[in-house]
């Protein structure tokens, strides 16, 4: 068995996880450490070698995936219209979240469009300007909640979730690694979708995360040259020009300390029920806020490992 056989077992095995089968190209572009040098035309037909005199790597429908779960095409199937339906209300609600002063760029994250569910919600990150952090969270809750977008309560379906924030100078992910390599987050970071991303800030998290090249390196640059679904209009531009304008300075660190002070206490309060091998994983600082109250990152950890040690 050669490196690109191991290298693409060890890829699909991270996505059947979610029974998300891959096409070639996709595949390609996604491969785990030491991914292929070759063409990828040449890599194509090496692939198709490896379907046809294998029993580990089966192709159904244009997908490639793990003979053991041939089954996920389906459900690939059924998740492009979940996901279609979910960025229609994630566009809607980038609208609304330009208006929020100080707040840089808004992601889809959690790699939505391979591990949706139809009644899942929609996790986004969120990029603010540096120490106005606690300004904009207050802000975009209070105006996604008003207008019906927030998951909240058992309001959660096809709602968007606040979960993570950072600053522009907290944008370096490396910390918040649970092992290394951490798998997941570093296909969390190569796959968030920008959804208002008016200075590219995607490319300042791949910068700032250079990290991830080790084990992801094909293809990921292109992901960058997605246009955001949202851009600012003359309204929008005027109304945060206004408050970044006076709400700069010692004032502005006055406002800040203002919202801090009204949300940190109840921000740190906030408890779910744990779901089954989730830990809970809330990180609250002036550069990061991560309230992800099931991290399910570990759990993902040992069945990627488990899956492609059983199929090697």
Same mark, same amino acid.
């Given at each position: 068995?050669?490196?690109?056989?191991?290298?693409?077992?060890?890829?699909? #095995?991270?996505?059947?996880?979610?029974?998300?089968?891959?096409?070639?190209?996709?595949?390609?572009?996604?491969?785990?450490? *030491?991914?292929?040098?070759?063409?990828?035309?040449?890599? =194509?037909?090496?692939?198709?070698?490896?379907? &046809?005199?294998?029993?580990?790597?089966?192709? /159904? !429908? *244009? =997908?490639?995936?793990?003979?053991?779960?041939?089954?996920?095409?389906?459900?690939?199937?059924?998740?492009?219209?979940?996901?279609?339906?979910?960025? +229609?209300?994630?566009?809607?609600?980038?609208?609304?979240?330009?208006?929020?002063?100080?707040?840089?760029?808004?992601?889809?994250?959690?790699?939505?469009? /391979?591990? #949706?569910?139809?009644?899942?919600?929609?996790?986004?990150?969120?990029?603010?300007?540096?120490?106005?952090?606690?300004?904009?969270?207050?802000? +975009?809750? +209070?105006?996604?909640?008003?207008?019906?977008?927030?998951?909240?309560?058992?309001? @959660?379906?096809?709602?968007?979730?606040?979960?993570?924030?950072?600053?522009? !100078?907290?944008?370096?992910?490396?910390?918040?690694? %649970?092992?290394?390599?951490?798998?997941?987050?570093?296909?969390? %970071? %190569?796959?968030?979708?920008?959804?208002?991303?008016?200075?590219?800030?995607? &490319? /300042? %998290?791949?910068?700032?995360?250079?990290?991830?090249?080790?084990?992801? *390196?094909?293809?990921?640059?292109?992901?960058?040259?997605?246009?955001?679904? &949202?851009?600012?209009?003359?309204?929008?531009?005027?109304?945060?020009?206004?408050?970044? @304008?006076?709400?700069?300075?010692?004032?502005?660190?006055? $406002?800040?300390?203002? #919202?801090?002070? $009204?949300?940190?206490?109840?921000?740190?309060?906030?408890?779910?029920?744990?779901?089954? *091998? +989730?830990?809970?994983?809330?990180?609250?600082?002036?550069?990061?806020?991560?309230?992800?109250?099931?991290?399910?990152?570990?759990?993902?950890?040992?069945?990627? /490992?488990?899956?492609? @040690?059983?199929?090697?």
């Amino acid at each position: 068995m050669n490196k690109n056989t191991h290298t693409i077992i060890k890829t699909l #095995a991270f996505f059947d996880i979610f029974s998300h089968p891959l096409t070639a190209e996709e595949l390609y572009k996604c491969m785990w450490k *030491g991914g292929p040098n070759i063409k990828y035309q040449d890599w =194509c037909k090496d692939l198709d070698t490896l379907v &046809a005199h294998s029993k580990k790597v089966k192709k /159904k !429908d *244009g =997908c490639y995936m793990l003979v053991q779960n041939t089954k996920g095409v389906d459900k690939r199937h059924d998740r492009v219209w979940w996901v279609k339906r979910k960025m +229609a209300v994630a566009k809607k609600a980038a609208k609304v979240l330009r208006f929020v002063p100080f707040l840089r760029a808004v992601f889809v994250c959690n790699m939505l469009d /391979k591990t #949706a569910n139809d009644d899942s919600d929609i996790d986004v990150c969120v990029v603010v300007k540096n120490n106005r952090l606690w300004i904009v969270r207050l802000f +975009a809750t +209070a105006l996604l909640h008003v207008l019906r977008f927030r998951a909240h309560g058992k309001h @959660t379906k096809d709602r968007i979730c606040l979960s993570f924030y950072c600053t522009e !100078d907290g944008a370096n992910f490396s910390s918040m690694r %649970i092992s290394s390599p951490d798998i997941y987050l570093a296909y969390w %970071i %190569i796959f968030l979708i920008p959804i208002y991303d008016p200075d590219n800030h995607y &490319a /300042k %998290i791949l910068q700032k995360n250079q990290w991830v090249q080790e084990y992801i *390196g094909v293809g990921k640059q292109e992901r960058a040259a997605l246009l955001p679904l &949202a851009k600012d209009n003359h309204l929008s531009n005027c109304i945060t020009v206004f408050f970044e @304008t006076a709400w700069r300075g010692t004032y502005g660190e006055q $406002i800040e300390m203002l #919202a801090k002070k $009204i949300q940190e206490k109840k921000v740190a309060q906030i408890s779910y029920p744990l779901e089954e *091998g +989730a830990k809970r994983d809330v990180q609250i600082s002036d550069d990061l806020l991560k309230l992800h109250q099931n991290d399910r990152r570990q759990l993902f950890q040992e069945q990627w /490992k488990r899956i492609y @040690t059983s199929v090697l």
